[in-house]
């Protein structure tokens, strides 16, 4: 499952068979970018072919980070020239609707900042469960006058319901674990201490069951609640369009200006810089 970029930014750790760890390791921000794609296409590639595998956690093991926003300092045409995924989709909207219904059940261990595709990663998971103190999850692309890019518009509204996505889309905000808990956004906001023991407990439980049941289960409340095909994919083209316009060029010049992807303060403020840009 390795990849043949020169840095490794996700490891697979095996518990059992059936009970996988998925670690996203980029520091020092996790920032998500072309470079990460080939390793979570092989991470997703194996989720869906793994005959034993029955349960995956996604958690970080970057100090402040779950994953975070699409790396900026790439050429456009590293992402742009990518080919299409088995959906037909740019691949990082087609790993996201291909976890969702893979046939494991996915759980996202939240603990740092879930930004933009970390979102968009953790909502494509079939459970979420956040560290109280240490979470924050957010759409912060308005800010940078971007569209998001992962279907997190789709899958939102369909989890916390009309308004309460508007608030989150188009205000740009961190929202921090207890809210998100409160809105739906996540299962249960967790105290700190509390998150991986009850995440481990509910992901080893779950690989002892079967796992045709499992699949079954997941296969009709994936019919009865996944947006379309369409609907994901339409946030993918808008992302790219909206990444053109000048004014999202101007916004993110200014943000690298004040150290985005460079400065930690940024990294863990973005929200408060995004919200300086328009003035």
């Not at 967790?190 to 699949?215: G, H, N």
Request: proline share 6%; charged share 20%.
């Amino acid at each position: 499952m390795n990849s043949s970029s020169e840095h490794q930014q996700i490891r697979v750790e095996r518990h059992t068979p059936a009970y996988w760890k998925v670690l996203l390791e980029n520091p020092p921000f996790n920032i998500f970018g072309p470079d990460t794609i080939p390793q979570l296409e092989a991470v997703i590639a194996a989720l869906e072919t793994e005959p034993a595998l029955k349960v995956v956690v996604f958690e970080s093991a970057v100090p402040g980070f779950f994953l975070n926003h699409y790396d900026f300092t790439h050429p456009l045409e590293e992402s742009t020239s990518l080919p299409s995924g088995p959906t037909g989709m740019h691949p990082l909207p087609d790993m996201l609707v291909r976890l969702t219904r893979a046939p494991v059940v996915s759980i996202a261990a939240i603990r740092g900042r879930a930004t933009g595709v970390g979102s968009e990663l953790a909502l494509a998971c079939d459970m979420r469960f956040a560290s109280q103190e240490q979470a924050f999850l957010s759409q912060w692309e308005v800010g940078a006058a971007l569209v998001t890019g992962g279907g997190p518009l789709a899958r939102l509204s369909r989890l916390v319901g009309r308004g309460r996505t508007m608030e989150i889309a188009l205000g740009g905000t961190d929202i921090d674990a207890k809210t998100a808990e409160l809105y739906g956004y996540v299962n249960r906001a967790l105290p700190d201490s509390e998150l991986d023991r009850f995440v481990d407990q509910l992901a080893s439980r779950i690989a002892t069951f079967d796992k045709s049941v499992l699949t079954a289960y997941k296969r009709l409340i994936n019919h009865a609640t996944l947006p379309s095909d369409t609907d994901v994919n339409a946030e993918w083209t808008a992302f790219i369009d909206s990444l053109q316009r000048p004014e999202a060029q101007r916004r993110i010049k200014q943000l690298m200006d004040m150290g985005l992807q460079s400065s930690p303060d940024v990294e863990r403020r973005l929200n408060d810089f995004t919200g300086t840009l328009g003035s």
